[in-house]
């Protein structure tokens, strides 16, 4: 038994259930196997297409936006579209320009609650740098959505020096991860339940698109980058892992986790390692590049730290290394405790 | 009084209401005043945009399918919406290359009948040479939605002699129509409704990339294009008319609609010329391409005739002369008498 995570079954599943969008094992294997039509199966789900123009790379990516509730403490679902789809152009290493905008209206949403929304949304395309060029609206009738729901596609630009995958991924890589984790998943939950911790915890949703840029830009060889979104720092680096057949080590204690996150996860069952983030990635990279991408997160106010290495050898899986020098398998998340956090 | 659809006094709705994605005066306010920002007041909205990647030119395009029944006669929500998106591409002058695909699943949603759609979907891109790249899922909670809601964005190449748009409309230019008119909108219609005609009505919904690329390429110099969706034909040239400020002539006479559409239409009291179809489009051109369009499209099954022609002068509007003489005038589709129809 390697312990990263034994297989749901999915064969099993006759029927859509919560998990099969909560982003660990049960989505990927939908995504790759009914939605891609098994084309993509045996590699590894990147976050975006990387398309030659002729005049340069271009990604595109899309992810649709059913959050709930629609505001939230730290944003809402509107500069959330951006970013979210923002973020997966930037785990390819490019800079969002254009971006469409689909919603699905359930009747009788108000149009001032829409209002606002859009304008968060066009707030935060401005913010990146990108333009929303095309939009579609459907209604549906009341009982059959939740008020809205948002498609953001996204087509960026390509840093001209990223040669960004996983199968760049090599024995010695370090992994980097830009702070602390849980806090979007835990945000969200306290909102939608209406649950008071001590602190309130506000969502890290943000962009990501320039602090990748600014890496890129100063000449760090990033060798893959991936967003903690659904699945949280475990399911993401498990995916890596598992798609490149490669051990990576964590260091438990390197690894940040605010208080009232901790509270919360502790209070509700639920491991911060699989809580989803919407402004957090991990990016993988040799070790002569760690220092001048650190010092890029730092001067974007990013507390960027060394949270682990790729190990020379196999078996795939992660493991967590926890101060007092035991170990344990990170597994990628099953079931789905958090739903619809983005 | 123009009589060309009486503003419907927007302001007025504090609420979405199903007429908001019927494709009429309503959903266009709505995109251009809440989606865009306002913008793009004033402009036509257009399909898609047309982007500049140094190589060449793409165009770039968004829509979302929320039809009812998944299945029709005809096709059903997988090929649509690859049809669809790769119809709004083909508007700018494009030929689908990359799509993407975003489903939002309810739980309890058959994953057999999601294999379906998918496989649909695949097979009717392979047929427009385009790809799915990249995909996304989320799943929403019984009562949140409706079985399966599907985005699909499309990026295409636009051809290099392609220069489409309402600001190419000249007095003067033929308007063709490739089609009987109102078979989609019925289709789908009786297949919801369990009605039954004494002819089946099949949905008209089809692939138009490759017959406008053929024109192009036969050297066809087309000034506008527009498909005939939400809203239909009375809609789409509505708007067109109103956002080049020009009169446009239709012989009704030269408007073919199958008797079945036309018997259902009577029963229900719909006018054939606000039914949407997804399979037909206007061309604008000037007269001497309109032969060589013809033939390009009868070599590709489209049944193409010239209904009408732009007018030298104003008012704006849509008139329409009966085989009698007598003129009416074309009025924008307000309300929502076909929801769900795409």
Known sequence: MNGTGCPIGEARYREIVSAHGAGGRLMHSLIRDVLLGGEARGAVVHDGAVLDVGGGRIAFTTDSYTVTPLFFP???IGCLSVWGTGNDLAMCGARPRWLSCGVILEEGFPVEILERIMASMRS????VGAE????????????????????????GWVHPAATIGPNRIVPGDLIILNGDIG????AILTAREGLEFEHGVLSDAADLSDV???MLEAGVELHCLRDLTRGGLASGLVELSEGV????????????????VETACDLLGLDPMHVANEGRFVAVLPEG???????????????GVVIGRVGAEGPAGVRLETEYGTESWVRMLSGAPLPRIC
Chains 1, 2 share one sequence.
């Open 289 to 303: 590049s760690v220092e001048s991408a650190l010092r890029v997160m730092a001067g974007r106010g990013h507390a």
């Open 245 to 260: 057949d490669l051990e990576f080590r964590l260091k438990c204690g390197r690894i940040s986790v605010d208080p009232a």
């Open 183 to 186: 806090r979007h998943g835990i």
């Open 132 to 155: 929303i060029v095309t939009g579609d609206t459907k209604v549906v009738e009341r009982g059959k959505g939740d008020g809205i729901y948002i498609n953001t596609a996204g087509i």
């Open 124 to 127: 935060a395309a401005e913010g």
């Open 212 to 214: 990748v840029w600014a």
């Open 74 to 76: 730290g944003g809402d």
